[in-house]
């Protein structure tokens, strides 16, 4: 059974009948735009779409404005247009709730880190919380590299309050207490340090923390493991929507990164990621791909998209997104516009609009896995 199991376990009383929302009245025809009001829909600025773009903000461009007090006024130029296009590609709507999945079975590829200035990017510039939570089957590092560590709770302790959070009159805040708010506003769900307790979790209790994040949550950004074979690792990729892969532009990553793509694309469940990947190459060298491997990739997946290297990234500690340099910034809104253009494309997750997905005889809720007992702890 599926999550909204819990709404049945807990009906409105008789003596709050009182509350529940009357039946919906026609609403009334009216004009979106009278004579004289504001239009506040936002509407993201293309230069390409505007008669006349917004002036220069870098470079010299904007210093000759600025020089002239502004009777010198300049459009941008080619990359700083670019960023404005990837940063208005960054805020288009989607046609729904989107699980981004960050995979790469070899280890070293920056898995972590681009699960991290990922959903970093994506807080920022759309404006609401992005979750990115660390499913490594082990002991992940994902909230050891975020830069704010408390609270101290991990993917365990929202485990144990699952049967609470589902319920119908759960509350929000609640729910974030068990993540830890970055300073671009994305929300971190680590794994725990302890190895036995994250071998405990399996598909089941992957799909219970998945559940109750996309229940508050649009976006969930998921770092992986090592071990494609590990319930978590399967889990993640059958029920993403958008698969990243990060790799180094050398022959044991890339054939890696061919052995996953082609694993994905023989099963049913995962077969939807590959035409829409997106792969991040890096390196601290500044090495690219070899113009025959970026062909072979680019005929297979969505985007290839190359990102410089940067010292923050590669120190392996702490990695506040704040201090990244502005050429590895822009690459990544490169990267976070390519995954969003991706996102925008139908996926075989989506439900139908104004119904929802009835319940497999085999599902389990949180409130099933973890139920509340009568004084309203959790059960063990």
């Given amino acids: ?91 288009s709507t989607l046609p729904g709730s989107r699980t981004i999945v960050v995979a790469n079975e070899k280890g070293g590829a920056g898995k972590t880190p681009t699960a991290l ?46 049967g609470e959070l589902a319920r119908p009159d759960a509350e929000i805040g609640v729910l974030t207490s068990y993540l830890r708010r970055q300073p671009e506003g994305n929300l971190v769900l680590a794994s725990s340090e302890d190895g036995n307790a994250m071998r405990q979790i399996g598909h089941a209790e992957c799909d219970v923390v998945r559940q109750l994040l996309l229940r508050r949550f649009g976006v969930v950004v998921c770092d992986t493991g090592n071990n494609a074979a590990a ?17 180094a532009p050398s022959n044991v990553h890339l054939e890696v990164a061919r052995a996953m793509l082609r694993m994905l694309d023989s099963r049913e469940t995962t077969k939807h990621l590959v035409a829409k990947a997106v792969l991040v190459v890096t390196s601290p060298t500044g090495a690219r ?5 970026e062909r072979w990739f680019a005929d297979r997946i969505g985007r290839v998209v190359h990102v410089p290297a940067d010292p923050v990234i590669a120190e392996g500690s702490k990695l506040p997104i704040s201090e990244l340099s502005a050429e590895s910034r822009r690459a990544w809104t490169q990267v976070a516009a390519a995954v969003i253009s991706a996102a925008q494309a139908p996926s075989p997750h989506d439900r139908p609009r104004g119904r929802r997905r009835a319940p497999e005889p085999d599902e389990t809720s949180p409130a099933d896995l973890y139920p509340a007992s009568a004084d309203g702890s959790i059960s063990p």
């Fill in 1 to 91: 059974m599926s999550i909204e199991k819990a709404a049945m376990t807990y009906p409105i009383p008789p003596q709050q009948q009182h509350l529940a929302a009357p039946p919906a009245a026609p609403a009334p025809v009216i004009d979106p735009h009278p004579a004289g009001a504001a239009d506040w829909t936002y509407t993201p600025r293309h230069p390409a779409d505007a008669g006349k773009p917004a002036p220069a903000e870098w470079g010299w461009r904007a210093g000759l404005r600025s020089l002239t007090g502004g009777l010198i006024t300049l459009g941008p130029g080619a990359e700083e247009e670019l960023h404005r296009a990837g940063v208005a590609q960054i805020r």
């Fill in 117 to 162: 200035i990922l959903s970093a990017l994506l807080a920022e510039y759309r404006r609401e919380a992005v979750v990115v939570w660390d499913v490594n089957e082990l002991r992940g590092t994902l909230g050891r590299r975020a830069e704010i560590a408390d609270p101290s709770t991990t993917v365990t302790d929202l485990l144990a309050a699952a």
């Fill in 231 to 247: 319930p978590n690792f399967l889990y993640t990729v059958d029920s993403a929507d958008i698969l990243i892969i990060p790799a």
């Fill in 289 to 293: 791909l070899d113009p025959a491997e």
